[in-house]
């Protein structure tokens, strides 16, 4: 017989009763009734419930036993009385009873519980992550994640795309967040960078002649962390095509990452056309680019109303250039209780508030607008107001001023919590949509022009765009929502040097800088550079949904805490004088 098991914890069945077996796996649970031990032993396949009384000369050793303790057993399979047969474990309807038992690895007090369901700060549950990941949902999420990876390859590879490995270790690349740097050794002062993004070699790949390129690639940012990104790297699918439009992208990936999602979403549905909503559409009718369209709320413009009405707030703000009134129709919210309690939440994101006006049935039949608002603004106003948003006794609406880029971020917020409190979105779905037609510059604080995305996208319209008002210039950029999430971001690429060089140029970098930065890639394009594009869609973003988690954690392996540590592995470190002598390196303490 095997040295540690004949079967996993998942496979025995009725089938085997009488046969002598050999499990091993961790003591999940123990019970005594009445001098009879139970344990419900599990591996990484399952559950099987072994027993063992006085008459088992393992009887001994099994009292000793405590929970998370590795172990070695031998013994009888049995069948279950009728009426103990389990019919939620696949090894339900037998049991194993124990005629010897081994230790092979002993445990500790537990820091934490594996068996149930008990809540444990986040911090104890990186510290012992290999604890927690025995615990059966975050066992079941990586399980997922390694079958999503699964599927998304062999996709790719069914699509005809040509899996090709990245370095690692390369230069520094403007991808919107700072580098990781790493020392070199052998050149004193120099560094090298751990790549945000493959974005360089996947393009010289395509110069390269290789027609259609993806990986499942590590990416290194170091960024402040967020529920749905990690602060220091991560994985995504990356693709790159050569000899292709914005279309041809969407018509090759899409299949892709609806398969997968119908493949493991758990019965939601996946929707079957996937819109494409312009940049400025998205902002103005959802208030974020990445929109939640299980929600069918669509904001609207309502400035006209207000203009020299009796809402002297919104009249005189109306007077100030690049202001706006929005309206976020909320069908069904039609009480005043409802309504103040979205002010207040617009109250505790940093906004005075949000006006409102509800309808409800007048006393003499029809409908009326009532609150504050309406009586400001009068009757008139308020009809014309309710049939532009399409609404009815019963349903409210909210108003937000100002210039847009002030109040969107809180007026997305309160859409999606307007959709949700009313039940008006769907929860059983996943909803996608194409976000197109991004700015390519933006004025950063300081009032320069800086690249609002990616830097290596081609502007719309090429060099000729490139003469007028940069902000009005859009980029073949693009990404792809879903539930309220970006999945996916890409571009058509900038395979020109004279538009690069200009486009760059336009924010801030003289062409000296970018052979510097960039003059691989540059060079590579002066030698018959194809027009290529391509994506990058986040990996653990996509089993975050499908696993239906709102943390990211929640699906990494072994991921760091909210301020980039790992508590299990103790990183970051201080490094030995040693390593700093031979890097050529010294810390500076930071100032108080």
Not at 424 to 437: C, E, K, P, Q, S
Not at 438 to 454: A, L, T, V
Request: aromatic share 10%; proline share 7%; with cysteine.
């Amino acid at each position: 017989m095997h040295p540690y098991r004949s079967h996993t914890c998942a496979d025995l069945t009725s089938k085997d009763v009488g046969a002598e077996v050999r499990l091993s796996g961790w003591v999940h649970r123990i019970r005594d009734h009445g001098g009879i031990l139970f344990i419900d032993l599990r591996d990484h396949y399952g559950v099987t419930q072994v027993l063992c009384d006085p008459d088992s000369p393992a009887f001994g050793e099994v009292e000793k036993l405590r929970a998370e303790t590795c172990i070695r057993i031998d013994g009888t399979v049995k069948a279950r009385d009728p009426e103990l047969v389990n019919p939620k474990l696949p090894t339900g309807e037998i049991e194993v009873f124990v005629r010897g038992v081994e230790v092979l690895g002993a445990s500790e007090e537990l820091p934490l519980q594996v068996f149930g369901d008990q809540e444990y700060p986040e911090e104890t549950r990186l510290r012992y992550r290999f604890l927690d990941l025995r615990r059966q949902k975050l066992h079941d999420n990586m399980m997922l994640r390694s079958q999503v990876v699964q599927s998304i390859r062999r996709r790719m590879w069914e699509a005809g795309f040509n899996e090709f490995q990245t370095p690692i270790i390369t230069a520094s690349s403007p991808e919107g967040a700072r580098d990781f740097l790493v020392p070199s050794r052998l050149h004193p002062g120099k560094f090298y960078a751990l790549p945000q993004a493959p974005q360089q070699f996947k393009q010289l790949l395509m110069v390269s002649g290789f027609d259609r390129y993806f990986q499942i690639a590590p990416c290194f940012r170091d960024e402040d962390p967020r529920a749905d990104r990690s602060p220091t790297d991560f994985y995504q699918l990356d693709v790159e095509m050569s000899f292709v439009s914005q279309e041809d992208v969407f018509a090759a990936v899409q299949p892709v990452i609806k398969g997968v999602f119908e493949e493991f979403g758990g019965g939601r549905t996946v929707d079957a056309v996937w819109p494409q909503i312009s940049h400025a559409d998205a902002a103005l009718w959802y208030g974020t680019d990445k929109p939640d369209l299980r929600c069918p709320i669509k904001m609207q413009v309502v400035s006209d109303h207000f203009r020299g009405s009796g809402f002297a707030i919104f009249a005189k703000l109306l007077e100030q250039e690049g202001t706006q009134i929005r309206a976020i129709p909320a069908p069904g919210g039609g009480s005043r209780k409802f309504c103040d309690r979205m002010n207040a939440f617009a109250q505790k994101e940093g906004l005075p508030g949000m006006g409102y006006i509800f309808w409800r049935e007048a006393e003499g039949g029809g409908v009326e607008a009532a609150g504050p608002l309406a009586k400001n603004i009068g009757p008139e106003r308020t009809e014309a107001i309710r049939v532009q948003l399409g609404l009815g006794k019963g349903d409210a609406a909210f108003f937000l001023g100002g210039k847009p880029e002030a109040f969107e971020r809180v007026a997305g917020k309160a859409r999606t919590v307007i959709g949700e409190e009313l039940g008006l979105t769907d929860m059983n779905r996943f909803a996608f949509a194409w976000i197109v037609d991004f700015p390519m510059y933006e004025k950063d604080d300081e009032g320069r022009i800086d690249f609002s995305h990616n830097p290596f996208s081609m502007p719309q319209g090429g060099l000729e765009a490139l003469q007028g008002d940069p902000l009005k210039v859009h980029a073949y950029q693009y990404d792809l929502s879903c539930n309220g999430y970006e999945l996916l971001s890409g571009g058509i690429r900038n395979h020109r040097p004279d538009i690069m060089f200009k486009a760059f140029e336009i924010a801030g970098y003289p062409a000296s800088e970018v052979e510097a930065r960039f003059g691989g890639m540059v060079n590579a394009f002066r030698y018959g550079a194809p027009p290529h594009g391509g994506c990058a869609a986040g990996i653990d973003r996509i089993v975050m949904l499908l696993a239906d988690e709102s943390n990211i954690r929640e699906v990494i392996l072994f991921p760091m805490n909210q301020r980039a540590e790992d508590l299990m592995m103790n990183a970051p470190s201080a490094p030995t004088n040693e390593q700093l002598r031979e890097l050529g390196l010294r810390v500076v303490p930071k100032e108080d």
